[in-house]
């Protein structure tokens, strides 16, 4: 198989997809999504291309889309359109486009948690500072998140009246969207889950002083042996996203609820595999060639 990585850049995660796919005896093509060009033509010879001069993407088996680097609206729009376009013409594309869409937005990956049954924290999402302050005076203790955003960066906790107004007017002057979540009491640690497929390849416990947990922020990880009701949790969080693999991450509250608070669709697992000690790129590779072997016979069986 001829498995392409997009990214912005080289680095360990990208190391790690090209070491295993090597490792299984495939052929690596790392890219940057900067480099993509797409070439259409007029007449039935020009077969349509997309690739920076030599490599074309049509011509792989699997695309892996890495990440999806900061850029202008316009600029991730088309990075986005070039991966439904390899989908529409039959290439595997892992995370699916429609995956990232919904996973890289908050509001939308609650709402499909919400109506896949899952239990998610109280949000309200609006665009009016009075309907921001009407949500934090009712729920009094709150989360308020960037709608597009990782690794806790953003975010910020309010509970008293002079903060929330701060943040709310910070907010108004950027014509951002509001995005508040119930702060759940918990004991300062929650459940990071990795889904690939059909199962999860990993776990591990972030715990930190504070209200954030995520590893990037300071938050310390164990490895641990998910329950099989905390590990269909967090199958159904992926299936409720569509996502061939991401980072579910689960909140233990004090009131006994375990909520699902994120799915990453573009999931980093370096602090996950260093507390693990599973190679989460060798098992998303396998992933990916025995879903292209299931879809190649399906194709040839139509």
Same mark, same amino acid.
């Given at each position: 198989?001829?498995?392409?990585?997009?990214?912005?850049?080289?680095?360990?995660?990208?190391?790690?997809? #090209? !070491?295993?796919?090597?490792? +299984?005896?495939?052929?690596?093509?790392?890219?940057?999504?900067?480099?993509?060009?797409? =070439?259409?033509?007029?007449?039935?010879?020009?077969?349509? =291309?997309?690739?920076?001069?030599?490599?074309? &993407?049509?011509?792989?088996?699997?695309?892996?889309? /890495?990440?999806?680097?900061?850029?202008?609206?316009? #600029?991730?729009?088309? !990075?986005?359109?070039?991966?439904?376009?390899?989908?529409?013409?039959?290439?595997?594309?892992?995370?699916?486009?429609?995956?990232?869409?919904?996973? *890289?937005?908050?509001?939308?990956?609650?709402?499909?948690?919400?109506?896949?049954?899952?239990?998610?924290? #109280?949000?309200?999402?609006?665009? =009016?500072?009075?309907?921001?302050?009407?949500?934090?005076?009712?729920?009094?203790?709150?989360? *308020?998140?960037?709608?597009?955003?990782?690794?806790? &960066?953003?975010?910020? @906790?309010?509970?008293?009246?002079?903060?929330?107004?701060?943040?709310? /007017?910070?907010?108004?002057?950027?014509?951002?969207?509001?995005?508040?979540? +119930?702060?759940?009491?918990?004991?300062?640690?929650?459940? +990071?889950?990795?889904?690939?497929?059909? @199962?999860?390849?990993?776990?591990?416990? +972030?715990?930190?002083?504070?209200? /954030?947990?995520?590893?990037?922020?300071?938050?310390?990880?164990?490895?641990?042996?998910?329950?099989?009701?905390?590990?269909?949790?967090?199958?159904?969080?992926?299936?409720?996203?569509?996502?061939?693999?991401?980072?579910?991450? &689960?909140?233990?509250? #004090?009131?006994?609820?375990?909520?699902?608070?994120?799915?990453?669709?573009?999931?980093?697992? /370096?602090?996950?595999?260093?507390?693990?000690?599973?190679?989460?790129? !060798?098992? &998303?590779?396998?992933?990916?060639?025995?879903?292209?072997?299931?879809?190649?016979?399906?194709?040839?069986?139509?």
């Amino acid at each position: 198989m001829k498995i392409a990585v997009l990214s912005t850049r080289s680095g360990w995660h990208t190391d790690e997809l #090209q !070491r295993a796919i090597l490792e +299984r005896g495939h052929e690596p093509l790392l890219l940057p999504y900067e480099s993509l060009v797409a =070439r259409l033509g007029t007449h039935a010879s020009d077969a349509p =291309r997309l690739g920076p001069g030599a490599p074309d &993407l049509f011509a792989c088996d699997a695309v892996i889309a /890495r990440i999806i680097p900061n850029g202008s609206l316009e #600029q991730i729009i088309y !990075r986005v359109d070039a991966l439904h376009w390899l989908e529409d013409a039959g290439v595997l594309v892992v995370n699916p486009a429609r995956a990232i869409e919904r996973t *890289v937005d908050k509001f939308y990956t609650s709402a499909l948690l919400e109506r896949a049954g899952l239990p998610t924290p #109280q949000t309200v999402v609006c665009e =009016r500072v009075e309907d921001a302050a009407a949500a934090f005076r009712a729920m009094r203790d709150v989360i *308020v998140k960037p709608l597009f955003g990782s690794m806790g &960066l953003g975010m910020v @906790r309010v509970s008293d009246e002079e903060t929330a107004w701060r943040v709310f /007017r910070a907010l108004e002057a950027i014509r951002g969207v509001y995005y508040l979540q +119930r702060a759940i009491p918990h004991e300062g640690k929650d459940i +990071r889950a990795f889904v690939i497929g059909d @199962r999860v390849v990993a776990a591990i416990e +972030r715990r930190s002083p504070g209200w /954030r947990t995520n590893i990037s922020r300071g938050g310390e990880a164990t490895a641990i042996a998910l329950s099989a009701a905390l590990g269909e949790m967090a199958l159904r969080a992926a299936r409720a996203v569509g996502a061939a693999y991401a980072g579910v991450d &689960l909140l233990p509250g #004090q009131d006994g609820t375990v909520y699902v608070l994120e799915v990453n669709g573009i999931p980093g697992w /370096r602090g996950l595999q260093e507390a693990t000690s599973v190679n989460v790129a !060798r098992a &998303l590779i396998d992933h990916v060639a025995s879903t292209h072997r299931a879809h190649v016979a399906t194709r040839g069986a139509g």
